[in-house]
């Protein structure tokens, strides 16, 4: 398609299919709108394409072409995809393409998008766009994901709604969406699946499963800063903040199992879905001693403090002996100078 060295105007109908707006001659102040008949896919690079299924009106042995955008990626209220373009030779600042659908998955590194076109003879289509990148928690902890671009900062696709802790430790979004015929709204979860340490005081890191590049640090508050090992349970709330009058609170609450490691450090272990456990690793600082008792204040492997103090009861172990023989352990490793010792 020609368009004499003008600017084109781009969109894309209800039935996700894409529109152009552009002169009857050049220089006229009239416009025609052309719909294009075609399928929308994403390079390696997350650009959009949209491939031809027609020829507008060109001879069949013409072959199919293709039109590719450039622009930032972001999320509508309504979890649509948009793309905002960029200025180019036959792109319009300011002109934005939104594709109607669903969001499937998440995975590590993916986002993926389902969207359906109502073709001109019609047929429906319903085709997958994956767009590449990585998950982040912003300062409010929301989610976000990064789609990755090439030579460029990636484009920050932002979930504005709160997020719940599912029964396996998961991380469950819920959106409403409204569905196109009939106008009901309906619900729909989006699931992150990952494991969770604990980063420093007041500070929780979600990593994504199988993943080198997502993991979202959260801000959170402390609830339990004292602790019974033989309880097993480590609480926190955190506060979702959507917008300056809004903020959703949820409460995390860990189960799991302490364990000595030979090197004197702590280990909780969590046990997540299909049996999967994770632990996170402690040193501690100092030790509070009395008969029936030791108490340890934690620090992660990097050495920084977690607001928590672990107690240990003589109960907590198999017998007598083995609450000894642990008092004793923490007794050497005051006096190589690995912790501070009081009583």
């Not at 969109?11 to 152009?20: A, S």
């Not at 599912?166 to 009901?184: F, S």
Request: overall charge positive; aromatic content about 12%.
């Amino acid at each position: 398609m020609k368009n004499n060295g003008q600017k084109l105007i781009y969109e894309v109908d209800p039935l996700n299919r894409l529109v152009i707006t552009e002169p009857f001659a050049p220089d006229s102040p009239l416009y025609k709108k052309v719909v294009l008949d075609g399928n929308f896919t994403l390079d390696k690079g997350n650009s959009l394409i949209y491939h031809l299924t027609s020829r507008l009106g060109r001879p069949k042995e013409t072959p199919l072409h293709k039109i590719k955008f450039t622009g930032k990626w972001s999320l509508t209220p309504e979890h649509n995809l948009k793309l905002s373009l960029f200025e180019s030779r036959t792109q319009k600042l300011g002109n934005s393409l939104i594709l109607t659908g669903n969001i499937l998955t998440a995975s590590t590194s993916e986002l993926v998008f389902s969207y359906t076109t109502r073709h001109k003879d019609g047929r429906a289509t319903t085709k997958l766009l994956k767009l590449k990148g990585a998950w982040q928690a912003d300062q409010n902890n929301r989610l976000k994901f990064l789609a990755q671009k090439y030579r460029r900062r990636p484009d920050e696709l932002l979930f504005r709604g709160g997020w719940e802790i599912g029964k396996n430790y998961e991380i469950i979004y819920c959106y409403r969406t409204i569905y196109q015929k009939r106008g009901v709204k309906l619900k729909r979860y989006l699931t992150l699946n990952g494991v969770w340490e604990i980063t420093g005081k007041n500070r929780l890191r979600f990593l994504i499963e199988k993943s080198a590049n997502s993991c979202l640090d959260f801000r959170v508050m402390l609830e339990t800063p004292s602790i019974f090992a033989k309880k097993g349970e480590i609480r926190y709330r955190i506060g979702i903040r959507l917008s300056k009058q809004r903020e959703l609170v949820r409460k995390i609450v860990f189960f799991g199992k302490w364990k000595l490691s030979r090197k004197l450090a702590l280990d909780f272990e969590i046990e997540y879905k299909d049996g999967v456990k994770h632990s996170s690793r402690f040193i501690f600082d100092y030790c509070l001693d009395s008969k029936d008792k030791i108490k340890l204040a934690l620090k992660t492997k990097q050495g920084e403090g977690t607001g928590l103090e672990i107690t240990f009861t003589r109960r907590f172990f198999k017998d007598a002996e083995g609450f000894m023989k642990f008092r004793r352990s923490i007794h050497q490793k005051a006096l190589e100078g690995g912790i501070r010792l009081s009583f």
